[in-house]
């Protein structure tokens, strides 16, 4: 901060200018860290919704994309989208303004610390309500889904997020930041579960096909800033005619990142070093950034999820000594853990 | 097309934002011997008026070229104060320091006044800017898009920061009730503040840092004090959550703005 004196008439720099003292500040707890990053994805996410041709119905419009995700879906889940996508062409402008904003609050929410758990568990509500209204259960019924076009739906992803970096300690001494609230095998096995998923997702007769990875990935150029469509177009001709060899390579990186959380450590953070590459790889060649830049996203889909997720998973080691770091309000301070 | 109802909205927010700071700066008595007015405070007010002038075509106020003259000196300002600030404090300054938010704004106000393409990026008036900027939602009004997303994720970053550190017991949410004593410790010669005295001239840091009076930064709204009644509002207008929700508010209507853009 600068001020400026005002002495007599005369207008004047208070202080000496580029001494502020910077206090020392305790390290910002694992999981706070998280779950500041998850509020700034809600937060982005808010604002790419009040983009305006989210405000338009219609089949080009934003009802038209929500009746779209009941295609191929079981009527028990198909009909409530299509009610869900009716409601929203009536009402599109308020409905879509609301969802906006909620998303934007919850995104705050999570970051203001007495707020912070009752931000996560909307989190969840919503999240849940997305994933079926929104993104018809990210097609894993309907044979659409595939870990490079954000299988199992991006959305479910903030909600597992939500329950893995909830503000509470099931283990004091958990050896991941994801198993503080859950437990160390719980949240082991959502892991497996979401990752050998994914791993099947890719290896489904659809994204196996010669030309079904090359087609995903040229489906997402349009509208892209040019460097990023050179790069696609580069990744899209490595993967022509070779969609069987690059779902087999992406389901065995896809297994071995399942399995890497129950071995050892060391083993451990390669696998989850490979779950972020692998991930930063989709966001980038696959999902074009979300489409964000294309104009065209209503969140940043699933790449930055799962790595933010890899992290979740990141191997601590606890440090009994150390101070707790500031709580959050309601939360009982534990052992604080630092990065192993 | 985002409704012209919801950017007037925020338009509103930036004018209120407009007026705190305004008010703040009325309130630090600039033209009494002593008084402490802040740069942050000049900021807020001069990008609250201009961010409202782009949402909503009737708070236009200046051309888009001369919004960026304004906030190119404020971007250079900043920076130097960076700079600065950097060399005492190192990295950890721009993460917890006051001035690097505000250089961010800066340079995206900066980056958003020069970079659309519309009528008004050709020297147009802010009104033909915002009129630009609702037809071009989503249909890359902007020159270099990807700038303006990089931009727009490093004001979310520093906004979710800021709620953060906002929220903790750093700062102590009791800021603003506190705040209505503590001018009661502030002397009254030239704006220093006795002993034991906190700066809470920003709460970018004001608070969190809790700056120990006399070290030659603080001072704070210190002219506030030397008995005058300051009173609850005062209080609140000085406190950390006041200038903090500020720049939150700011932070993220800017966001909204560059993504619109994009």
């Given at each position: 901060?600068?001020?400026?004196?005002?002495?007599?008439?005369?207008?004047?720099?208070?202080?000496?200018?580029?001494?502020?003292?910077?206090?020392?500040?305790?390290?910002?707890?694992?999981?706070?860290?998280?779950?500041?990053?998850?509020?700034?994805?809600?937060?982005?996410?808010?604002?790419?919704?009040?983009?305006?041709?989210?405000?338009?119905?219609?089949?080009?419009?934003?009802?038209?994309?929500?009746?779209?995700?009941?295609?191929?879906?079981?009527?028990?889940?198909?009909?409530?989208?299509?009610?869900?996508?009716?409601?929203?062409?009536?009402?599109?402008?308020?409905?879509?303004?609301?969802?906006?904003?909620?998303?934007?609050?919850?995104?705050?929410?999570?970051?203001?610390?007495?707020?912070?758990?009752?931000?996560?568990?909307?989190?969840?509500?919503?999240?849940?309500?997305?994933?079926?209204?929104?993104?018809?259960?990210?097609?894993?019924?309907?044979?659409?889904?595939?870990?490079?076009?954000?299988?199992?739906?991006?959305?479910?992803?903030?909600?597992?997020?939500?329950?893995?970096?909830?503000?509470?300690?099931?283990?004091?001494t958990a050896p991941f930041v994801a198993a503080r609230a859950v437990g160390a095998?719980?949240?082991?096995?959502?892991?497996?579960?979401?990752?050998?998923?994914?791993?099947?997702?890719?290896?489904?007769?659809?994204?196996?096909?010669?030309?079904?990875?090359?087609?995903?990935?040229?489906?997402?150029?349009?509208?892209?800033?040019?460097?990023?469509?050179?790069?696609?177009?580069?990744?899209?001709?490595?993967?022509?005619?070779?969609?069987?060899?690059?779902?087999?390579?992406?389901?065995?990186?896809?297994?071995?990142?399942?399995?890497?959380?129950?071995?050892?450590?060391?083993?451990?953070?390669?696998t989850l070093v490979l779950a972020i590459v692998v991930a930063a790889l989709i966001w980038v060649f696959a999902q074009a950034l979300g489409g964000i830049l294309a104009g065209g996203a209503t969140d940043v889909n699933s790449g930055p999820l799962l790595a933010l997720l890899a992290l979740a998973y990141w191997p601590l080691r606890s440090i009994a000594t150390a101070p707790p770091t500031v709580p959050v309000v309601g939360e009982e301070p534990v052992a604080s853990e630092q990065e192993a | 097309m985002t409704p012209s109802w919801i950017l007037d909205i925020f338009a509103a927010i930036m004018l209120v934002v407009a007026a705190v700071s305004a008010a703040r700066l009325v309130a630090a008595r600039p033209w009494q011997r002593g008084s402490v007015i802040t740069d942050t405070d000049v900021s807020h007010l001069l990008m609250g008026i201009a961010m409202a002038g782009m949402l909503a075509p009737s708070l236009a106020t200046l051309p888009n070229n001369s919004w960026a003259v304004v906030f190119g000196v404020l971007a250079v300002w900043f920076g130097y104060r960076v700079v600065r600030d950097y060399q005492a404090n190192g990295p950890r300054a721009l993460a917890v320091g006051h001035c690097a938010p505000h250089l961010l704004h800066s340079a995206a106000m900066v980056y958003m006044f020069l970079a659309i393409t519309s009528p008004a990026a050709s020297g147009g008036s802010g009104m033909n800017g915002m009129a630009g900027m609702g037809g071009m939602s989503g249909m890359g009004a902007l020159h270099v898009p990807t700038l303006g997303f990089v931009f727009a994720l490093i004001l979310i970053g520093y906004t979710i920061w800021d709620l953060d550190q906002l929220s903790s017991l750093r700062y102590g949410l009791a800021a603003a009730v506190a705040g209505a004593a503590a001018p009661a410790l502030v002397s009254a010669s030239a704006g220093t503040v006795d002993t034991g005295a906190v700066s809470r001239s920003d709460a970018g840091g004001g608070a969190?840092?809790?700056?120990?009076?006399?070290?030659?930064?603080?001072?704070?709204?210190?002219?506030?004090?030397?008995?005058?009644?300051?009173?609850?509002?005062?209080?609140?207008?000085?406190?950390?959550?006041?200038?903090?929700?500020?720049?939150?508010?700011?932070?993220?209507?800017?966001?909204?703005?560059?993504?619109?853009?994009?």
């Open positions: 901060m600068t001020n400026v004196a005002v002495a007599g008439n005369r207008t004047a720099w208070r202080g000496r200018l580029g001494t502020e003292p910077v206090a020392a500040r305790p390290p910002l707890d694992a999981r706070r860290a998280l779950q500041l990053l998850l509020a700034a994805i809600w937060l982005l996410d808010g604002v790419l919704q009040y983009q305006g041709f989210l405000f338009t119905n219609g089949a080009n419009g934003f009802s038209g994309m929500l009746a779209g995700t009941a295609a191929g879906n079981p009527a028990i889940i198909a009909k409530p989208i299509t009610w869900d996508a009716n409601l929203v062409d009536h009402h599109i402008v308020l409905l879509n303004a609301i969802f906006a904003t909620i998303q934007l609050l919850l995104g705050l929410g999570i970051a203001f610390r007495p707020t912070v758990r009752v931000a996560l568990a909307a989190s969840v509500l919503w999240a849940l309500g997305v994933w079926w209204f929104g993104e018809g259960l990210g097609g894993i019924l309907n044979g659409g889904a595939s870990p490079l076009n954000g299988a199992p739906g991006a959305v479910i992803l903030y909600a597992l997020l939500a329950v893995l970096l909830w503000p509470a300690d099931r283990e004091a095998h719980v949240a082991r096995a959502l892991w497996a579960v979401l990752w050998l998923s994914l791993a099947y997702f890719a290896l489904t007769p659809d994204n196996r096909a010669p030309q079904g990875v090359n087609g995903m990935i040229a489906g997402m150029e349009s509208g892209e800033p040019v460097w990023l469509q050179d790069l696609m177009k580069g990744a899209a001709s490595l993967t022509a005619n070779q969609g069987l060899a690059t779902s087999v390579v992406l389901g065995i990186a896809l297994v071995l990142i399942a399995v890497g959380v129950y071995l050892p450590a060391a083993i451990a953070k390669a | 969190a840092d809790a700056t120990p009076a006399g070290s030659g930064e603080a001072g704070g709204r210190g002219s506030w004090g030397g008995g005058r009644s300051g009173g609850m509002a005062i209080a609140i207008l000085d406190s950390p959550g006041t200038v903090v929700g500020c720049r939150i508010a700011m932070g993220v209507t800017m966001a909204l703005m560059l993504v619109l853009l994009l």
